[in-house]
């Protein structure tokens, strides 16, 4: 069975923190993504990451950077948090699939969730 | 820009009734195309892809329209668990480099199923 886990269901911190948010897959997928989602807004991918050390801005990526040391491991960071990074933040994987140099996005499966609110 | 769109609404349909909604998308170098099905406070999860020959699950129909660059999903004989919000996610092609360009979600049909 596949499993995405968050380090944390909710966390609460204030304005100006320095917030971790971590993600693991045992699926041995390449492709690891970052998003939030908000009301009215939908999923928005934040950060992008296609293999190990490797990374890739995705719609809305001012304000955090991503770390990935190890194919299974996708971390977050918010540099300084800030009142408008409150949001549901939901981490996926997934495989690649293609030839001849070209790929697409499998299935991604999605964590959990981490319910963000920064005071 | 490249963009996904649903129609929001929420759609209220009694059940056993069969429902169906679209999703367009702006980018015609899309590659693949997924339904995924999204709970009130929980994860997306994959509900179906969608082949260009059209595929079905059960009571549940998806189709591709290249030329018109839509995926339509439909649900028969709709039950009470049926109710959620269905999002709908195109991804292009991309090289060895990597890019997230054009990996876009919509932001959710949100179907209610009324007994």
């Known amino acids: 069975d596949v499993k995405v886990t968050q380090s944390s269901r909710y966390l609460v911190k204030r304005t100006g923190e320095k917030v971790f948010l971590e993600c693991v897959q045992d699926m041995d997928h390449e492709n690891m993504f970052w998003y939030r989602q908000d009301p009215g807004l939908g999923l928005r991918l934040i950060y992008f990451s296609y293999d190990v050390k490797m990374k890739e801005k995705g719609d809305i990526p001012e304000g955090y950077s991503v770390s990935r040391e190890k194919k299974e491991r996708f971390s977050l960071i918010l540099e300084s948090a800030s009142t408008n990074q409150t949001s549901m933040y939901l981490c996926?994987?997934?495989?690649?699939?293609?030839?001849?140099?070209?790929?697409?996005?499998?299935?991604?499966?999605f964590g959990p969730g981490t319910r963000l609110t920064v005071l | 820009r490249k963009e996904v769109e649903q129609d929001p609404g929420p759609f209220n349909v009694p059940e056993g009734a069969t429902v169906a909604f679209n999703c367009t998308y702006s980018?015609?170098?899309?590659?693949?195309f997924f339904w995924y099905r999204q709970d009130c406070r929980k994860e997306p999860k994959l509900l179906m892809s969608v082949y260009s020959s059209g595929n079905e699950d059960g009571r549940f129909t998806a189709q591709l329209n290249r030329a018109s660059q839509y995926i339509s999903l439909l649900i028969r004989d709709s039950k009470l668990s049926d109710s959620a919000t269905y999002l709908c996610?195109?991804?292009?092609?991309?090289?060895?480099?990597?890019?997230?360009?054009?990996?876009?979600f919509g932001k959710g049909t949100h179907l209610i199923i009324q007994p």
């Open positions: 996610v195109v991804t292009p092609l991309y090289d060895s480099g990597g890019g997230a360009d054009g990996l876009t």
């Open positions: 980018n015609s170098a899309s590659q693949s």
């Open positions: 996926a994987s997934s495989l690649s699939r293609g030839a001849g140099g070209l790929f697409h996005t499998d299935t991604q499966y």
